[in-house]
């Protein structure tokens, strides 16, 4: 079993003041971030360049527009499939 646990950076919506946490909350999860931690540890043990970090990062984002511009693009489901691939029948009651 893995379990992954994670923080959002950023606020619940645009404008959102976050006075649920503090600037320091968020400061501390940043430090523990386990993407740039990962990336430090394989930099010390000599298994990546920083140019090779930069370019993960960058065909990262890329992929990530192309996938936000395709959804974009992309038609509208049907409501008619909004139960398919569902396991078992949504019951709201």
């Known amino acids: ?3 992954c646990k994670t923080y959002r950076f950023l606020g619940h919506y645009v404008g959102d003041p976050q006075d649920y946490r503090t600037p320091a909350e968020v400061e501390e999860h940043r430090r523990d971030d386990p993407l740039p931690r ?4 394989l930099q010390a043990a000599g298994m ?3 140019a090779e970090q930069r370019q993960i ?3 990262a984002e890329e992929e990530a527009a192309e ?3 395709f959804a974009i693009a992309s038609p509208e489901p049907d409501p ?3 139960t398919e691939h569902i396991t078992r029948p949504f019951n709201p009651l």
Request: proline residues 0%; negative net charge; hydrophobic residues 60%.
């Open 38 to 41: 990962f990336a430090s540890y």
């Open 80 to 82: 008619a499939e909004l």
């Open 48 to 50: 990546l360049t920083v």
């Open 1 to 3: 079993m893995l379990e």
């Open 57 to 59: 990062e960058k065909t």
């Open 67 to 69: 996938a936000l511009a």
